[in-house]
T-cell receptor, first 112, second 116 residues
Framework: AQTVTQSQPEMSVQEAETVTLSCTYD???????LFWYKQPPSRQMILVIR??????QNATENRFSVNFQKAAKSFSLKISDSQLGDAAMYFC?????????FGQGTRLTINP | DTEVTQTPKHLVMGMTNKKSLKCEQH?????MYWYKQKAKKPPELMFV???????INESVPSRFSPECPNSSLLNLHLHALQPEDSALYLC???????????????FGPGTRLTVT
């Protein structure tokens, strides 16, 4: 990806509810990978989910799933049954030339 | 072992000091990365090592000097830093430096650097 855009600097959700974080990207490639990373207040960045562009099926990892719209260059993350431990900065990222291109991040707050 | 370790966790240094940050991984990954991260911002790439050779330098000032002594170890040598260099420094690794899911990077916990 040449650019990755996250238009929601902050989001909040009630515990046990569902929240969707938005991400759009721009790329000239036809095959590529997209990622969502989570960075909790402890600061260790961890991979949440990965999507391969040539796969039609949206990736799912337990309560985390993506809505990948290739034509629209959109890659949103849905978190179901939100838990207090989901509170973190979430970064959308796409592959560039030997590196990841990150969005600006969305800070997610979980309200008990 | 899917862990990237970084030492020290915290570092305070004066502008005339010389210090080093260390990063280690034992996953057999052949690409390693240094990032700088300011609060509430995404990581900014500084350097990429591919097969122990420097492949990307994102126009980083020479007061930052990376070193990759072997495939498991990455150092960042610091000298004559400025207060604006205070940040979280993240190390990451990935299986290969190019193509496909190799872009999945594993991050260390970071070193919190304060320059006084």
């Amino acid at each position: 990806a040449q650019t990755v855009t996250q238009s929601q600097p902050e989001m909040s959700v009630q515990e046990a509810e569902t929240v969707t974080l938005s991400c759009t990207y721009d790329t000239s490639e036809s095959d590529y990978y997209l990622f969502w990373y989570k960075q909790p207040p402890s600061r260790q960045m961890i991979l949440v989910i990965r999507q391969e562009a040539y796969k039609q099926q949206n990736a799912t990892e337990n309560r985390f799933s993506v809505n990948f719209q290739k034509a629209a260059k959109s890659f949103s993350l849905k978190i179901s049954d939100s838990q207090l431990g989901d509170a973190a900065m979430y970064f959308c990222a796409g592959e560039g030339a030997q590196k990841l291109v990150f969005g600006q991040g969305t800070r997610l707050t979980i309200n008990p | 072992d899917t862990e990237v370790t970084q030492t020290p966790k915290h570092l305070v240094m004066g502008m005339t000091n010389k210090k080093s940050l260390k990063c280690e991984q034992h996953m057999g990954h052949r690409a390693m990365y240094w990032y700088k991260q300011k609060a509430k911002k995404p990581p900014e790439l500084m350097f990429v090592y591919s097969y122990e050779k420097l492949s990307i330098n994102e126009s980083v000032p020479s007061r930052f000097s990376p070193e990759c002594p072997n495939s498991s170890l990455l150092n960042l040598h610091l000298h004559a830093l400025q207060p604006e260099d205070s940040a979280l420094y993240l190390c990451a690794s990935s299986p290969h430096p190019s193509s496909g899911s190799s872009y999945e990077q594993y991050f260390g916990p970071g070193t919190r650097l304060t320059v006084t």
